[in-house]
């Protein structure tokens, strides 16, 4: 099993930045991949940025982005399996949503772990 935290969330304006945390801990070892999702009031949840784990320790990870995000939003982690950070510059209104943090194993079984999530509001 793996437990998930998300912190970081809040009130910015327009324009403005703010950086969200995640922090995995348990079997983390088996995870392939870490990554954000958001969701806003009547909608489904999204994808928005991950990073996926070499099979060796000395691979470099794979970064992707949602279009939406790229440019203004960096994923990243100084513990890989164990934390992931989400840096958001330049938010708009229409980033207002509930983020997730998501922790994917893709062996010996397929299975996602998720965080209770953190609100983000865009807002002047």
């Known amino acids: 099993q793996v437990q998930i935290v998300e912190s970081g969330g809040g009130l910015v304006q327009p324009g403005g930045s703010l950086t969200l945390s995640c922090a995995a801990s348990?079997?983390?070892?088996?995870?392939?991949?870490m990554g954000w999702y958001r969701q806003a009031p009547g909608e489904q949840r999204d994808f928005v940025a991950s990073?996926?784990?070499?099979?060796?320790?000395?691979?470099?990870?794979?970064?992707r982005y949602d279009g939406s995000v790229k440019d203004r939003f960096t994923v990243s982690t100084d513990n890989p399996r164990k934390t992931l950070t989400l840096r958001m510059n330049n938010l708009w209104p229409e980033d207002t949503a509930v983020y997730y943090c998501?922790?994917?194993?893709?062996?010996?079984?397929?299975?996602?772990?998720w965080g209770q999530g953190t609100q983000v509001t865009v807002s002047s």
């Open positions: 990073i996926t784990f070499g099979d060796n320790s000395d691979d470099a990870p794979t970064l």
């Open positions: 348990g079997n983390t070892d088996t995870l392939r991949s």
């Open positions: 998501n922790g994917y194993r893709r062996s010996p079984t397929r299975a996602n772990y």
